[in-house]
């Protein structure tokens, strides 16, 4: 089973380029998740997603978009990178409610220059 | 507004010593749950505990357990025996229910533990 899948791994991008992280899970859960980790801070959740359609933010929204088309796709989008986005970006899964097991992909860590 | 607090940046231990990492946690609801998750080098995160705020009673898997205390509003974390192989950073995290469902999970800023051989 491919779980949570997180593409790319690595990504170095210049500011203000745009890019699209994108993840996938094969599991039919219906609630994903975007978080970022940064040094001491722990991990912070950019936008969350219950369901196809539906779309919320999380407590560091700026800067990223993302939908929700499909159950299983779930993508972050940077509209114009800046360097306080580096960071390793985690996406997860849970398969009905937030409190059941968070399933994570293996994270993108994202070098703005 | 919910909170994890992991007091705890940093432990170093040498190995076969027990020990506890704290998490206190701060939340308005009487309905919610608690996690443990675990980040070894490697950087993947691993699930270890979920705890439903009804539940008090403490668990016990392999060398780890789990002390939730509702007077304190804590949920710590001990591992029997440590060993190399239990370095890692170990995150708490909560989440509430209000009427919507569920809020997603927020975690504590993590304890990075180091077992020294």
């Known amino acids: 089973n491919a779980g949570v899948t997180q593409t790319p791994k690595f990504q170095v991008l210049k500011t203000g380029q745009s890019m699209t992280l994108q993840c996938a899970q094969d599991?039919?859960?219906?609630?994903m998740s975007w978080y970022r980790q940064d040094p001491g801070m722990g991990l912070r959740l950019i936008h969350y997603?219950?369901?196809?359609?539906?779309?919320d933010q999380g407590e560091v929204p700026n800067g990223y978009n993302v939908s929700r088309s499909t159950t299983e796709d779930f993508p972050l989008r940077l509209l114009s990178a800046a360097p306080s986005q580096t960071s390793v970006y985690f996406c997860?899964?849970?398969?009905?409610?937030?409190?059941?097991?968070?399933?994570f992909g293996q994270g993108t860590r994202l070098t703005v220059v | 507004a919910q909170k994890v607090t992991q007091a705890q940046t940093e432990i170093s231990v040498v190995e076969k010593e027990d020990v506890t990492l704290d998490c206190v946690y701060e939340t308005r609801d009487t309905t919610y749950y608690l996690f443990w998750y675990k980040q070894p080098p490697s950087g993947e995160l691993v699930f270890l505990i979920r705890r439903n705020s009804f539940d008090e009673q403490n668990e016990i898997s392999g060398r780890y357990s789990w002390n939730f205390q509702k007077s304190t509003s804590s949920f710590n974390f001990t591992i029997t025996a440590s060993q190399v192989v239990d370095s890692a950073v170990y995150f708490c995290a909560l989440s509430e229910v209000d009427n919507s469902g569920n809020t997603p999970l927020v975690f504590g800023k993590g304890t990075r533990l180091s077992v020294i051989a």
């Open positions: 997860a899964s849970s398969l009905h409610q937030m409190n059941t097991e968070a399933f």
């Open positions: 599991m039919n859960h219906e609630y």
């Open positions: 997603s219950v369901g196809a359609g539906i779309t």
